[in-house]
């Protein structure tokens, strides 16, 4: 006798990621859309987003990604992150019973507040985990103007 795994909702998330694919379908993170499924992204990489009191932290899960692929970019408060998992050998696909592990492109876009030290953030790939540290800047305080005549 051999287990089968039941996923109930398999079907309908498999459905949703096809319909993503072909542009169908708006995906909408639970913190809002971050504009990356684009249609030259074969998967999305989950993604932590905490704030620190002097920094934010973006943890995305990369396993199987090298991290000198990784593309990080800082343009108009839009950091973005893009690369690709690739197989080293070829793999015959016959005889799989399942395949889930995506390969592919994929591009994630973040806004990032006004308060985001963007000249000096930092990247770091670790076991497969991406942590990128975007420090605070102090805001500008406000200051009085003169007005001559």
Known sequence: MSLIRYEPFN???????????????????????????VSVSHWRPAVDIKEEDNRFVIFADLPGVDPQQIELTMEDGVLAIKGQRVDEKEEEREGFKRVERVRGTFYRRFSL??????????????????????????KLKPRKIAVSH
């Not at 990621?17 to 971050?34: I, P, Q, V």
């Not at 953030?121 to 985990?129: E, L, P, R, T, Y």
């Open 11 to 37: 079907i309908l998330n498999q459905f949703q990621r096809e319909l993503s694919r072909l542009g169908a379908w708006n995906s909408h993170d639970e913190l809002g859309d971050d504009n990356s499924d």
């Open 113 to 138: 507040p006004d308060t985001a030290d963007s000249e000096n953030i930092h990247a770091h790939g670790k076991d497969g985990v991406l942590e990128i540290s975007v420090p605070k800047q102090e």
